[in-house]
């Protein structure tokens, strides 16, 4: 009988550290890793493999290619999202997709945090003009306050929950829209459950924590943004597309809403001349949510110990796809 094997498709890390290998051989797995860049290099590397893994941006998991994993019985993908992973395909064929939000989740509820403080507070402008060696308080008054305004959060996945947690300190009231989130679960936490239209209508500040998916993809339209006050603040740290961008350069020229904070935007590396970067009511960050000190010693630790979970034929802490019917049997 064939080992059972673990084949590292594609990684956004430097190198892959001695321990994984030696912690998953020791449980008796067979590991292989390679940057495959298409079809022919996953088959190769990956056809026998019983768990596929990806850590970040692989692109070789595209739409169709999945044909050629024959004993796959999961994909782990390093991190939260799975939009670069054929998950409605994975499905179909009783593959597990399991992701490990943890790796990720304090650093970037820490982020989103962070961006809706710089955009209230305007600290990337005040900073600019102080080096400039203006010294002006009025330059850019904050419009802004956070004590009893509503926060809303679009999507209430483990992130979005510690990003409520931070935000209870500055003593607003919380919202939130998830359809897959009872209202009991909502309620534990002091959070009303909205539908999306009120959310946005009733929300100063609103916090987009959705997958990006066929359902989600330009979820924050104009017909949305224009029901959004127009004081309050978007902040995106989930997926670009996840906003119609186009509508927001839009919305934030003509006033529908007052500013925005992104951490994501629709192409990446964005092209200078987009005119989302002559707005002066806007913070961009180069998707830097996940980074830290532990970034990477996270991404590995917590895959690891998916991957240990599957092989041992247990459903893993998280995974997307919760209508699947598992080649395997797990328990």
């Known amino acids: 009988m064939a080992k059972f094997k673990v084949a590292l498709v594609g990684y956004d890390a430097p190198n892959v550290p001695d321990w994984v290998g030696e912690a998953l051989e020791k449980e008796g797995m067979e590991f292989v890793h390679r940057q495959c860049v298409g ?12 768990i596929v893994w990806v850590l970040g941006s ?3 998991m595209q739409k169709g290619n999945l044909a050629v994993l024959n004993r796959c019985g999961a994909i782990v993908r390093t991190g939260s999202g799975t939009d670069n992973i054929p998950v409605a395909e994975a499905t179909e064929m009783g593959i597990v997709v399991a992701n490990t939000p943890e790796a990720i989740s304090n650093q970037v509820a820490d982020h989103t945090v962070g961006l809706l403080m710089a955009v209230i507070r305007h600290i990337p402008i005040h900073d600019r003009l102080v080096r400039e060696g203006v010294w002006d308080r009025m330059r850019a008054w904050p ?60 929300s100063d500040f609103v916090s987009l924590h959705c997958p990006l998916n066929d359902k989600t993809r330009h979820l924050i339209g104009e017909r949305e943004l224009r029901l959004m006050k127009p004081t309050a603040v978007l902040v995106n740290t989930a997926r670009g597309p996840v906003i119609d961008e186009q509508a927001l350069i839009k919305a934030l020229r003509e006033g529908w809403i007052s500013a925005a904070g992104l951490d ?9 001349d987009n005119p989302i970067f002559k707005l002066e009511n806007i913070v961009i960050t180069p998707h830097i949510a ?6 990477f010693p996270n991404f590995w630790k917590y895959s690891v110990e998916t ?4 092989y041992n034929r247990r459903w893993p802490r998280s995974y997307v796809n919760k209508d699947v019917k598992p080649r395997w049997e797990l328990s």
């Open 58 to 60: 692989c692109k070789c």
């Open 39 to 50: 079809r022919e290099e996953l088959a190769e590397t990956a056809h026998d493999a019983d």
């Open 290 to 295: 996940p980074y830290s000190d532990i970034y």
């Open 143 to 202: 419009n802004w306050h956070l004590t009893d305004q509503t926060f809303g959060l679009v999507g209430f996945g483990h992130i979005a929950q510690l990003v409520a947690h931070r935000m209870r300190g500055f003593e607003v009231k919380l919202a939130a829209y998830d359809p897959f989130v009872a209202k009991e679960k909502m309620a534990e936490m002091d959070v009303r459950k909205l539908e999306l239209d009120e959310l946005l209508e009733q």
């Open 307 to 310: 991957v240990i979970d599957l």
């Open 264 to 272: 994501v935007l629709n192409k990446e590396a964005a092209d200078l």
